[in-house]
């Protein structure tokens, strides 16, 4: 039995206080690379990134966006919505949160013509109240974390069948959650950092869809840390091998193959994951 995956990275060209001069550098070592997954190897790719981020993108390399653009278009690409800004939800004000989100679908229709229809929890600081904004903000579902929400409800030695599939606001607005899985993430920047055998990653994924039968989340976390180190602290390993971009492509298309897994982009999966989970109570609200 083929298992749905998803692959879905969150660009951010402010992180870590990254000087403004690497930023160049980040579009042609990492964003480029990752488009290029989708564009010369047909993986579908979820791409989750803040309007700044994306205005940004488009004053130094407009032809990233043309081509970005382009993906969307053929379904190759799935946009995923952040915001304006990457600001932590639940410690602003609701009316902040309101003109980011705002802000930042406007910023989507101006520079790629698309609206989303999922946001991904901005630092998987998640709250009740942050439901009912990306509700009014015409949202259809979000992406959280769900290993910091089983460890919340307590549920982490159950079933993964025991999270929630939706998220309900104290205004009463409910949305459906897609999952991303810190430990799958994590797994796979160790494999293509030279951190991990390959067999040994082979391996853990295999056993998660086999486990699982549900959706795996391959990887829901940053695009910059493959072929670029930002050079913050001593301890930063080195960029590994002939690129890493081409041994995340390669990892992952043999996982697929070990694993029966089948690409899909973020929205497909969501789909797929409350078709198969029919049967389970709606609404969980996490409290973290």
């Known amino acids: 039995m083929t298992v749905p995956a998803y692959l879905l990275f969150h660009l951010n060209l402010a992180f870590s206080s990254v000087s403004a001069d690497k930023r160049p550098e ?29 205005s940004e993108i488009a004053r130094l390399d407009p032809r990233w966006i043309e081509t970005f653009r382009s993906l969307l278009a053929s379904k190759h690409c799935e946009l995923v919505g952040s915001g304006w800004s990457q600001l932590i939800g639940p410690l602003v004000p609701y009316p902040v ?19 989303p229809s999922l ?18 903000a015409g949202y259809q579902g979000f992406v959280m974390d769900r290993d910091n929400v089983r460890l919340a409800l307590n549920i982490e030695d159950k079933l993964l069948s025991a999270v929630p599939t939706h ?40 056993s998660r869809a086999q486990r699982d039968g549900q959706v795996i989340p391959l990887y829901c976390n940053d695009a910059e840390v493959f072929d670029f180190r930002p050079g913050r602290f001593t301890t930063e390993a080195a960029v590994s091998g002939a690129g890493e971009w081409k041994r995340l ?28 989970r029919s049967h389970h109570p709606k609404i969980g609200r996490a409290h973290v």
């Open 167 to 206: 998220g309900q606001g104290p205004g009463g607005a409910q949305l459906p959650v897609l999952w991303g899985d810190s430990n799958l993430f994590q797994q796979l920047q160790r494999v293509v950092h030279a951190d991990k055998p390959v067999a040994d990653y082979l391996g853990y994924v295999k």
């Open 97 to 115: 949160n309101r003109w980011n989100q705002s802000l930042g679908l406007q910023a989507y229709l101006d520079f790629l013509g698309v609206k």
């Open 249 to 276: 492509r390669e990892v992952v298309c043999q996982a697929v193959q070990d694993a029966s897994l089948q690409l899909v982009l973020p929205s497909q999966a969501l789909a797929h994951s409350l078709a198969n």
């Open 26 to 54: 980040i579009i042609a070592k990492c964003y480029w690379p990752m488009l290029n997954l989708a564009k010369d190897h047909h993986l579908p790719i979820g791409i989750e990134l803040t309007g700044w981020t994306l």
């Open 119 to 136: 946001v991904l929890v901005n630092e998987m600081a998640y709250s009740d109240s942050m439901v009912d904004v990306y509700h009014e």
